[in-house]
């Protein structure tokens, strides 16, 4: 465990089942069903920065999509236990977010990374960074002083992430992301071409009409939504937050080997 160097797919898809990342996942079926119910209840907190309006109403349509994009069970009967993330899904998003920072190192564009989940994915985001900067991408440095009401908005290794007495914060908010946008515009300075990133730094940024691709977990079905309705470009499947952030370093080769920047 780690892999050495750059796995092949079917490595990696064996990797991610071992370590969790994806096939049976810590994420309870339960906790999946509530959160999706409250997404379909209006609770804002689950819409991760979009504005999903009275279109998904019915919890067993988001539970539709989530089986389709991410490969949990699709039996709504199926209430309590153990839920799935199909790894080959994990891979083929893997797969077409690569095709868009290839794009975005052809044209050397713009590019801010964010994390709502720093103690699992900040170090993927940083490394993405790195292989990008080197590719001659302008790695977006955000404007200073911002704040939310959940904390400050920093940057950290490339990468924007919310601060709460000293430490990095665990966010769904969309807010920091809308604050660093906002503050871009209100600076006279051209918007990122493009947004990697997770949780509501994603969201929010895809619904401002930001390119945006990003990663998500079982139980957080609002992006998967949001790839599905063209809001945000590729949303990734994946266990978020698992029990060490170096379990992401194989998965994080793949994604630059096949955007051909390793």
Same mark, same amino acid.
């Given at each position: 465990m780690p892999i050495p160097g750059t796995p092949s797919r079917a490595e990696l898809v064996d990797h991610l089942v071992r370590t969790r990342i994806a096939g049976d996942v810590a994420t309870p079926r339960?906790? @999946?069903?509530?959160?999706? *119910?409250?997404?379909?209840?209006? =609770? *804002?907190?689950?819409?991760?920065?979009?504005?999903?309006?009275? +279109?998904?109403? /019915?919890? !067993? /349509?988001?539970?539709?999509?989530?089986?389709? *994009?991410?490969? %949990? @069970? =699709? #039996?709504?009967?199926?209430?309590?236990? !153990? /839920?799935?993330? =199909?790894?080959?899904?994990?891979?083929?998003?893997?797969? *077409?977010?690569?095709? +868009?920072? +290839?794009?975005?190192? =052809?044209? !050397? !564009? +713009? %590019?801010?990374?964010?994390?709502?989940?720093?103690?699992?994915?900040? #170090? %993927?985001?940083?490394?993405t960074a790195s292989a990008l900067r080197a590719a001659g991408c302008e790695i977006v440095v955000i404007p200073e002083g911002l704040t939310t009401e959940e904390g400050y908005v920093m940057q950290f290794a490339d990468v924007a992430v919310l601060e709460h007495g000293a430490t990095l914060w665990h966010t769904h908010s969309g807010e920091p992301m809308k604050a660093i946008l906002t503050a871009m515009e209100r600076e006279g300075r051209p918007l990122p071409d493009l947004v990697v990133a997770d949780h509501g730094w994603a969201g929010y940024a895809g619904q401002h009409g930001v390119d945006s691709v990003g990663y998500a977990d079982c139980n957080d079905p609002a992006l998967f939504i949001a790839e599905a309705e063209g809001t945000v470009q590729v949303t990734v499947p994946l266990d978020d937050h698992v029990i060490s952030p170096r379990h992401y370093d194989p998965m994080t080769a793949y994604l630059l080997a096949e955007a051909g920047l390793s």
């Amino acid at each position: 465990m780690p892999i050495p160097g750059t796995p092949s797919r079917a490595e990696l898809v064996d990797h991610l089942v071992r370590t969790r990342i994806a096939g049976d996942v810590a994420t309870p079926r339960e906790n @999946n069903l509530s959160h999706y *119910r409250k997404l379909a209840n209006n =609770d *804002r907190h689950y819409w991760l920065g979009l504005e999903l309006g009275a +279109r998904w109403t /019915d919890e !067993q /349509d988001v539970l539709a999509v989530m089986a389709e *994009r991410v490969g %949990v @069970n =699709d #039996d709504p009967e199926h209430r309590y236990g !153990q /839920d799935t993330i =199909d790894p080959e899904l994990t891979v083929a998003g893997l797969e *077409r977010m690569a095709g +868009r920072l +290839r794009k975005a190192a =052809d044209g !050397q !564009q +713009r %590019v801010l990374f964010a994390t709502g989940h720093p103690g699992g994915l900040l #170090d %993927v985001h940083r490394a993405t960074a790195s292989a990008l900067r080197a590719a001659g991408c302008e790695i977006v440095v955000i404007p200073e002083g911002l704040t939310t009401e959940e904390g400050y908005v920093m940057q950290f290794a490339d990468v924007a992430v919310l601060e709460h007495g000293a430490t990095l914060w665990h966010t769904h908010s969309g807010e920091p992301m809308k604050a660093i946008l906002t503050a871009m515009e209100r600076e006279g300075r051209p918007l990122p071409d493009l947004v990697v990133a997770d949780h509501g730094w994603a969201g929010y940024a895809g619904q401002h009409g930001v390119d945006s691709v990003g990663y998500a977990d079982c139980n957080d079905p609002a992006l998967f939504i949001a790839e599905a309705e063209g809001t945000v470009q590729v949303t990734v499947p994946l266990d978020d937050h698992v029990i060490s952030p170096r379990h992401y370093d194989p998965m994080t080769a793949y994604l630059l080997a096949e955007a051909g920047l390793s």
